[in-house]
């Protein structure tokens, strides 16, 4: 059974920090690309950052960029999003998601509407100005 479980979310003040992790299981990591998405109130879906569990090649979305960073731990099939510098207009329900077998992160991820072959159950993000 394909499993992706995100965590680390909550609520700071903006300028602040929060890590998120995805937990996935039931597929062969190494042949993935797992990316962020969120969804706020009355928004387009967004994606944000994915990331190839193959290369280590990496997209963000200009609006997180030198801010988010992804990252992967191929022994413990996980992905991770480190944001940074958090903005009140980052609030939203983060999820994490993941396409397989593929070795790379498709073109299409920041396309509105990208759907990836599974996604987690989300973990709210809220930052307070």
């Known amino acids: 059974e394909v499993r992706l479980a995100e965590s680390g979310g909550g609520s700071v003040q903006a300028g602040g920090s929060l890590r998120l992790l995805c937990a996935a299981s039931g597929f062969t990591f190494h042949d993935s690309a797992i990316g962020w998405f969120r969804q706020a109130p009355g928004k387009e879906r967004e994606g944000l950052s994915c990331?190839?569990?193959?290369?280590?090649?990496?997209w963000y979305t200009d609006s997180v960029k030198g801010r988010f960073t992804i990252s992967s731990d191929n022994a413990k099939s996980t992905v991770y999003l480190q944001m940074n510098n958090l903005k009140p207009e980052d609030t939203g329900v983060y999820y994490c998601?993941?396409?397989?077998?593929?070795?790379?992160?498709?073109?299409?991820?920041?396309?509105?509407?990208?759907?990836?072959?599974?996604r987690g159950q989300g973990t709210q993000v809220t930052v307070s100005s």
């Open positions: 998601a993941a396409d397989f077998p593929t070795w790379y992160c498709s073109e299409h991820v920041g396309d509105e509407g990208y759907e990836y072959d599974y």
């Open positions: 990331i190839s569990n193959t290369d280590g090649s990496t």
